[in-house]
């Protein structure tokens, strides 16, 4: 499972606890992400470009590893909206 948070005010403490949940459930998480998210006022500068990119090999990385046999299809796929 690839776990992907946003947050313009998370802490490590709530990521902690929604793995906690998560993994309580019996869910595996394989791949992990996270970046700052804008919110009204703050964290205006965010995401990046670079956060944006790093979001897009993510998704692409996560579905590459979890339908392995349908690599032609994630090349067809555009994550770059």
Avoid: W
């Amino acid at each position: 499972m690839g776990l992907f948070t946003t947050s313009a005010f998370g802490s490590a403490a709530e990521r902690g606890l929604i793995e906690k949940q998560i993994t309580e459930r019996g869910a595996i998480i394989t791949h992990n992400f996270k970046c700052y998210g804008r919110f009204l006022t703050a964290k205006k500068a965010h995401p990046t470009a670079e956060e944006l990119e790093k979001a897009k090999q993510f998704a692409r990385m996560v579905a590459i590893t979890m339908f392995p046999g349908k690599k032609e299809n994630i090349k067809k796929a555009n994550i770059n909206r």
